[in-house]
């Protein structure tokens, strides 16, 4: 047997301590999730021990009308608050990356009040805002029921969109901009045909943000609901107060996979991150720049 | 004979407190390679920011054709641009970059095709059309940003900084393009740049700028040969200044007599500062030349100039061989250093100076520049 040659200066991946950090991360990271997956195909109620393999809990997962009906709900809030909050996100990012206005530092520190703050504050904050300042009507058909949940989930994600979108607008260019004006463009069609192309790749990084953090957005929610307007999270929280069946494991996993379906494929429509997130950089020469 | 294209009437440009462009009035003709040059700061940036309508003027007024267009958005002006940074739209090709003017412009498409692909024929990029702008060289890139401002047929193309960023044989190479592209097209190039070969080797004129005045605008020849101010001597090519007074101020002759140097500067020709006035003598380095000195031999004889003028003795202490031309150092009695530059006409047999060597500097009379300020 051919003996291996020593690890050199800088593998420290053919070295035991950095294999064993990995495997402890990885263990860390993924194990829960797993044994979530494999337990969703328990054939047990109580779902403790190992019983055998059976589908018939994603069965009674999908005839679950109220799962089904908070998963829907989920899924619109997410999509609507996931469209207001790019809107209202990339615009606050385009006044504060183009002009200079009175208050700009206090508008700036304010805007990353939601992402800091402990989302408990800001749950109770919901539901005293909800209850006093703006009561939400009740009993509004679908999916206008979802109103408040939708402006409170609106309301602490478009803080994360402005911040990527700022992010990137900091290697924009912007003698691009002067470039399409000097050869005869609008200032609409500029923002059309320069800016917003350059700021695509961070709009589509921050809806996933925003999708992802109403979808599994638990504590602001669970202020703001009622009872004809739960979650899936909330459900979920309902349902393993009593037991935690294979049920939800199975529900669970379905949003997992749903997840990473779409992430992937968001990935692929992003394409290779290297040249569109500020791989122009270097040819075009930003100047003027703080 | 020419027609003016660009006034500029008392333009002054402030950021604030800062006075950027300074009471300009300028005035540009068709069909001229007008260069803006300075150091950087200078204002000359903003001037040009100005004319294509990303700046407005605090004061004064910029005419196009006679027509005030201070308060003209820079989409609705008949100029177009080259940028520094060549701002070539990175997520379109090469041909949609070009086309994007006249699109916008809505030139029918088989019109607008046909146009593109001349233009990029003009900048020897034809058939380069479907490429990314991340696959062109910087000199590429630079061409598309050239076709798709001349593409639009503006009355004045304005470039800023166009050659900076290319490596020195490209730079080079691209100064004759220009050149030639602008007799091709027939349309007023207007030019910024710091370098002041480029605007010589460019320019049919230049104004000078310093600290957002004009300093001088003239032919490069003039610049170089006849500069105005001590500024333009020293900014255009190198030069050496021996501040003096002039002691002899008539039609056909004048003397300046200057502490730094042993001898009188003698000109041909007179200067109308009169006598005892304070001025400044500007002595190229290529005008000046180097005589052997021997110890007991009579020093060389010039014959434009009287006897104890136009020539000094120094030590050679520092030599720069550049190849077509060497620049000596020499130190002449006093301390005070004299730059001097000579052609190295041929390759081995031309007379050598050696470090530490005592040698005499002679010029003619109708070398130096007499300059008031």
Redesign the interface.
Same mark, same amino acid.
């Given at each position: 047997m051919a003996k291996r040659s020593a690890p050199g200066p800088l593998e420290y991946l053919r070295r035991w301590p950095l294999q064993l950090w990995l495997a402890g991360v990885g263990i860390f990271l993924y194990a829960p999730l797993v044994a979530l997956m494999v337990f969703s195909f328990n054939d047990s109620r109580r779902n403790i021990v190992w019983q055998g393999f059976t589908l018939k809990y994603y069965e009674k997962a999908l005839n679950n009308a109220s799962l089904i009906e908070a998963f829907v709900n989920s899924l619109t809030i997410a999509a609507v608050s996931t469209f207001l909050s790019l809107i209202l996100g990339a615009l606050a990012a385009l006044a504060l990356w183009r002009f200079r206005f009175p208050g700009k530092a206090g508008f700036d520190g304010a805007l990353a009040l939601p992402i800091v703050a402990p989302e408990i504050c800001l749950g109770v904050a919901m539901l005293v805002f909800f209850a006093k300042v703006l009561p939400w009507p009740q009993g509004l058909p679908w999916p206008l029921n979802l109103g408040a949940i939708i402006i409170a989930h609106v309301s602490f994600s478009f803080p994360f969109v402005a911040v990527v979108v700022r992010a990137r607008m900091a290697s924009f260019?912007r003698?691009?901009e002067? !470039? !399409?004006? *000097?050869?005869? !463009?609008?200032e609409w069609?500029t923002l059309k *045909?320069?800016i917003l192309?350059?700021m695509a790749p961070s709009l589509i990084a921050g809806a996933f943000l925003a999708f992802t953090l109403s979808l599994d957005d638990f504590v602001i929610t669970f202020f703001t609901s009622g009872p004809d307007t739960v979650t899936f999270p909330v459900k979920v929280y309902s349902m393993v107060r009593f037991s935690v069946t294979p049920e939800v494991n199975a529900a669970s996993t379905i949003l997992i996979v749903l997840t990473v379906v779409l992430t992937a494929i968001a990935l692929k429509v992003q394409g290779d991150p290297a040249?569109t997130a500020g791989?122009?950089a270097a040819? *075009?020469?930003?100047?003027n720049r703080p | 004979m020419s027609k003016p294209i660009i006034t500029f009437e008392n333009v002054t440009k402030r950021f604030g407190r800062m006075v950027a462009v300074d009471n300009v009035s300028l005035t540009i003709d068709e069909g001229e390679f007008f260069c803006l040059l300075g150091p950087s700061g200078c204002g000359k940036t903003t001037l040009l920011r100005m004319l @294509? $309508? +990303?700046e407005t003027p605090t004061e004064g007024r910029i005419l196009i054709d006679g027509q005030d267009i201070s308060n003209v958005?820079?989409? #609705?002006r008949p100029?177009?641009?080259v +940028?520094?940074?060549?701002?070539? +739209? =990175?997520?379109m090709s090469v041909a949609d970059n070009v086309a994007? $003017?006249l699109k916008?412009?809505r030139v029918p498409a088989a019109e607008r095709d046909r146009r593109v692909e001349e233009a990029l024929e003009l900048v020897q990029l034809g058939g380069l059309g479907s490429r990314k =702008?991340?696959q062109l060289s910087g000199g590429q #890139?630079q061409r598309v @940003?050239l076709a #798709? @401002?001349l593409i639009?047929r503006p009355r004045v193309l304005l470039l800023d900084e166009p050659l900076s @960023?290319l490596d020195a044989k490209l730079r080079d190479q691209m100064r004759t393009e220009l050149c030639t592209l602008q007799e091709t097209v027939g349309i007023t190039f207007i030019m910024v740049t710091h370098d002041q070969d480029e605007a010589l080797a460019l320019a049919s004129r230049c104004a000078v700028m310093n600290r957002g005045l004009l300093q001088q605008v003239a032919t490069p020849n003039d610049l170089y040969e006849f500069p105005g101010s001590r500024f333009v001597a020293d900014f255009i090519g190198s030069v050496n200044l021996f501040e003096g007074v002039l002691a002899v101020d008539e039609q056909d002759q004048a003397v300046v007599r200057s502490p730094e140097l042993p001898a009188d500067i003698y000109l041909d020709h007179g200067v109308t500062g009169g006598r005892g006035a304070t001025v400044w003598a500007a002595l190229r380095p290529e005008k000046i030349e180097l005589h052997k000195y021997t110890p007991g031999q009579p020093p060389p004889v010039l014959d434009d100039s009287p006897a104890g003028s136009n020539l000094v003795r120094g030590v050679i202490r520092h030599e720069s061989y550049l190849g077509s031309e060497s620049t000596y150092d020499v130190e002449i009695a006093g301390g005070r250093r004299v730059r001097v530059l000579r052609s190295n006409l041929t390759r081995w047999d031309q007379e050598d100076f050696a470090l530490g060597e005592e040698v005499w500097l002679g010029w003619h009379a109708c070398s130096p520049a007499v300059l008031l300020n």
């Open positions: 260019n003698e691009l002067e !470039a !399409a004006r *000097d050869l005869g !463009a609008s069609r *045909d320069v192309p350059h040249s791989g122009h040819l *075009d020469r930003p100047k | @294509a $309508g +990303f958005p820079p989409n #609705r100029v177009n641009m +940028f520094q940074s060549y701002a070539v +739209f =990175p997520h994007y $003017g916008i412009d =702008p991340d #890139r @940003a #798709r @401002a639009k @960023a």
